[in-house]
């Protein structure tokens, strides 16, 4: 099993930036991929970035270029730097993991999630 736990959601006005972290814990962190979704109200979960075993990034459309994703294997952490924020950026934002050296975009494609944190984008 692996537990994952994410911080560094907030409060930011659009333009801002903030930095989410997630720190696993359960099982070899440097034989994981990495990935982070987020859910706004009413949608459906999507995928935002990713990074595998090997460093291998991944990227949805919407934030390549603003969002950078990185890992810090000696700290078992997964972080995503999120810069020239939008209202539409504004979401939970969950922290997931696979045991594969590959970044995968499908949320199906992962086996644990953490609990999510909140992003807000203000106009």
């Known amino acids: 099993q692996v537990q994952l736990v994410e911080s560094g959601g907030g409060l930011v006005q659009a333009g801002g930036s903030l930095r989410l972290s997630c720190a696993a814990s359960?099982?070899?962190?440097?034989?994981?991929?990495m990935g982070w979704f987020r859910q706004a109200p009413g949608k459906e979960r999507e995928f935002v970035a990713a990074m595998g075993s090997v460093g291998r990034t991944l990227y949805a459309d919407s934030v390549k270029g603003r969002f950078t994703i990185s890992r810090d294997n000696a700290k078992n952490t997964v972080l995503l730097q999120m810069n020239s924020l939008k209202p539409e950026d504004t979401a939970v934002y969950y922290c997931?993991?696979?045991?594969?050296?590959?970044?995968?975009?499908?949320?199906?494609?992962?086996?644990?999630w953490g609990q999510g944190t909140q992003v807000t984008v203000s106009s």
């Open positions: 997931a993991s696979r045991a594969n050296v590959w970044a995968a975009t499908g949320s199906s494609m992962y086996d644990y």
């Open positions: 359960g099982r070899n962190f440097n034989s994981l991929a």
